[in-house]
């Protein structure tokens, strides 16, 4: 292997690893928005969000650093904010082979919550009755809405973050030297960001993947009902919410990725 297939190697496991702790912060950060009943209860029933996102943020990170390294000549090239957009697209189609089935399953337990009929005891139960009755489409049922959701939505994610850090960076500095504040400040915008161009897809994809195998034909079918029901406001029911949980979980999880970066770049230097 040549040093710089090593090279590159070395930097995909960094972010990779450093997404899955990105991930691990991102969920301590945001469980808390999700299940407020006291001090305890923050944190009650993390295992699932923790076993679902950490691989998810890995994926997503890992296909960061791909969508990267394929538009650099040079391993420091400076990418302008477009090709920092493309190489967030990447990473949001890699991260969907785990995220399409975990959000098919979050959704569908979502629902069961606030229904009386109990078809799941939990996320094991729930994809191994999906994949029992329907085989493996049942469990990736709207992959092209969480596509079209994710997709442009990670483009901006990653590029409002680096466009930040990159305004925040004192004239002659450099990034990597930015304060933590600094960093959940660009991170957490930069969630917001990301929820901006996603909700209205989110709202579609959710709709879809909980409805009956014969409701929709497909997402139009969709998008024309909520638009017939509720109107343009319709597809961004749950935006308030989503703006407060945004900014402190993704927040939480940029400053969680640069710690581990750092961290593995003492203890692993590049080749």
């Not at 959000?103 to 979502?110: A, P, S, Y």
């Not at 504040?181 to 993947?209: E, H, T, Y």
């Not at 900014?247 to 581990?260: H, I, R, T």
């Amino acid at each position: 292997m040549s040093a710089d297939n090593g090279g590159h190697l070395l930097a995909y496991v960094k972010h990779f690893v450093s997404g899955g702790m990105g991930g691990v912060c991102l969920t301590l950060a945001g469980q808390p928005m999700d299940t407020v009943k006291g001090l305890w209860g923050l944190y009650k029933g993390m295992g699932a969000p923790l076993a679902g996102i950490t691989p998810i943020m890995a994926i997503t990170f890992f296909g960061f650093s791909l969508g990267k390294k394929l538009q650099q000549k040079q391993p420091h090239d400076v990418l302008r904010p477009h090709q920092v957009f493309s190489a967030g697209m990447l990473a949001g189609l890699c991260a969907a082979i785990i995220v399409v089935p975990a959000e098919r399953i979050k959704c569908l337990l979502q629902a069961q919550a606030n229904s009386k009929v109990k078809r799941f005891s939990g996320p094991v139960d729930c994809a191994r009755e999906l994949f029992r009755k329907q085989g493996i489409q049942s469990l990736y049922r709207g992959t092209v809405l969480t596509l079209l959701r994710d997709i442009p939505a990670s483009g901006m994610y990653f590029m409002s973050y680096e466009w930040m850090k990159d305004k925040m960076t004192p004239h002659g500095g450099s990034v990597s030297d930015l304060s933590a504040a600094r960093i959940l400040l660009a991170g957490g915008v930069a969630g917001m960001c990301n929820w901006v161009v996603a909700i209205p897809m989110d709202v579609l994809k959710s709709r879809f993947q909980t409805a009956s195998e014969s409701r929709y034909r497909g997402a139009l079918d969709v998008f024309r009902e909520v638009l017939r029901d509720e109107g343009p406001r319709g597809l961004y029911k749950g935006f308030t919410a989503a703006m407060l949980r945004a900014f402190p979980a993704n927040a939480a999880c940029f400053l969680g990725f640069e710690a581990s970066m750092k961290f593995l770049h003492w203890l692993i230097p590049d080749v």
